[in-house]
């Protein structure tokens, strides 16, 4: 790579930053001297303009894929071990300890039985307009297995 090429320390700071932020006002208040008293229409310019340029966005493209192999990893890692963990249980005769290694690729996958939660969103006057419940244990496996299948360049 070429000196052309490389992030100045600021850009590769703001890219961190943003990285970890998802907010690019924030990751330029942070990678960049910015005065306390800084207009927010001025740094969301200047952040835009960052995000616009082609060496941050590859840089952020570089941080995405580095952070996706790392997370698949983990979770196949993880769920081949538990698997070993079953079928050793299984040989050795010991209920509890195959349930133990199955439930732990259940909260692995985000499969157990969802925990309900309540969001209220109130309108004028503090009135409540919606309410809806919420679950993920099946969102996660199925962007999961999307993932999987992304990678493996098959359809499931």
């Not at 005065?35 to 941050?56: F, G, M, T």
């Not at 196949?76 to 199955?102: C, D, F, H, T, W």
């Not at 259940?106 to 009135?127: C, Q, Y």
Request: hydrophobic letters at 40%; charged letters at 30%.
């Amino acid at each position: 790579m070429s000196k052309r090429d490389k992030l100045t320390e600021k850009q590769e700071a703001f890219a961190l930053a943003y990285f970890e932020t998802g907010n690019a006002g924030e990751a330029y208040r942070r990678a960049y001297d910015v005065e306390e008293n800084a207009r927010d229409s001025w740094i969301y310019v200047e952040a835009c303009q960052l995000l616009d340029n082609p060496k941050i966005a590859l840089k952020l493209n570089a941080l995405r894929e580095q952070a996706s192999e790392l997370a698949i990893y983990n979770v196949l890692q993880a769920s081949a071990e538990y698997e070993a963990a079953r079928s050793l249980a299984e040989q050795e005769k010991n209920p509890s300890a195959m349930v133990g290694a199955i439930s732990g690729k259940v909260k692995l996958f985000g499969l157990e039985a969802p925990k309900a939660s309540r969001h209220e969103i109130t309108g004028k006057d503090g009135g409540a307009i919606k309410t809806e419940e919420v679950g993920q244990g099946a969102a996660k496996l199925a962007s999961f297995l999307e993932n999987i299948a992304e990678r493996s360049g098959t359809d499931s």
